[in-house]
């Protein structure tokens, strides 16, 4: 038997990624830069023995179908010959609600798992692995500002995050304001797909992604939060108005999600600081400066259909 543990946090995109090029490999169709977050992770544990099957506990509840599914297709390619795996993985990230609990996920079953088959990869190797388990976990191996670099190889071995700004670089907080804990209706996956073959939207999407991972690159090294909000918020808002335009159409957008995003802007028209993102989800995320967060976090907390708002600083990589 042998045993291993790791801790990954989670990250939300400033820079999107929607939609993949090769579906079995997770490369994407376009470049993305994105924030770990503290306070936001999954710590998971891989144990290989000679059980019959592999197991996944996640949160405490034994799970099958699917989610079992997908961890051990995940797990063919690194266990070792033969062992079947005992994976335990606590999530503090509210599951599905669009806040890439994914990506921690699988950041952290990617570590665990090469760890306990007693391979030593390298973090670059790790963020390829862990992009095949969910795209978004390649930048959650890194802490800090991550692009994920879209690459150019068939074979995906260019496509994987690399570490632009330290988590000390910049001492930003993501307040995230969870509107509707449920799991979502349409997965990321099925939702680029559609997006990808159907929008009319998608190629102008496209188009634009480049200049806005300059612009972003850009306004992290010189720490300007308005041109950093500023394409963060358009990058967000385009993605989401290519799926109103996919067919059959579908939108993330709920009622409490539109009048979140226009406490936002009100609230930035009166002064107060801050860019809003949002993910394959009904949430909605402020970034802003660090002495903002107490602000934003009651305009986010007096809004009527909030369950609950985080605020997190910019976390580490994997540990
Ligand atoms: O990798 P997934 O399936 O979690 O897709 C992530 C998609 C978005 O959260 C909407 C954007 C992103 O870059 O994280």
């Known amino acids: 038997m042998s045993s291993a543990s790791a801790r990954a946090h989670a990250n939300i995109a400033l820079v999107k990624y929607w939609g993949k090029r090769d579906e079995a490999l997770f490369l994407p169709t376009n470049g993305s830069l994105s924030l770990t977050l503290d306070g936001l992770y999954t710590t998971t544990t891989v144990t290989y023995g000679d059980g019959a099957a592999d197991r996944l506990v996640l949160d405490g509840v034994e799970q099958g179908g699917d989610a079992l599914a997908k961890v051990s297709r995940f797990l063919d390619r690194v266990r070792p010959d033969g062992l079947r795996a005992f994976v335990e993985s606590e999530n503090h990230v509210p ?26 990869l390298t973090p670059d190797e790790l963020s390829r692995l862990a992009r095949q388990g969910s795209g978004s976990a390649c930048r959650s191996i890194y802490g800090g500002f991550v692009e994920w670099r879209r690459g150019e190889r068939a074979d995906g071995a260019d496509s994987h995050g690399v570490p632009i700004a330290p988590q000390a670089h910049w001492d930003v907080r993501m307040l995230v304001a969870v509107l ?140």
């Open 95 to 120: 599951t599905a609600a669009g806040l890439a609990s994914s990506a921690s996920a699988f950041a952290a079953l990617a570590v665990a798992a090469s760890r306990a088959a007693g391979l030593a």
């Open 180 to 319: 509707v804990k449920a799991p979502k209706a349409v997965s990321s996956r099925e939702g680029m797909r559609r997006t990808v073959q159907t929008s009319p939207f998608y190629p102008g999407w496209l188009a634009s992604v480049d200049s806005d991972l300059a612009a972003a690159r850009a306004a992290i090294a010189t720490r300007d939060l308005d041109a950093l909000g500023t394409v963060m918020e358009a990058s967000a808002l385009k993605m989401h108005a290519t799926m109103l335009a996919a067919q059959p159409p579908f939108t993330y957008l709920r009622p409490a999600s539109l009048a979140a995003i226009q406490a936002v802007w009100d609230a930035r028209a009166a002064g107060l600081n801050g860019y809003l993102t949002m993910d394959a989800g009904p949430n909605v995320k402020v970034l802003c400066a660090a002495a903002d967060a107490p602000a934003w976090q009651a305009c986010l907390a007096a809004l009527p259909d909030v369950v609950e708002v985080l605020c997190c600083g910019p976390g580490p990589g994997v540990a």
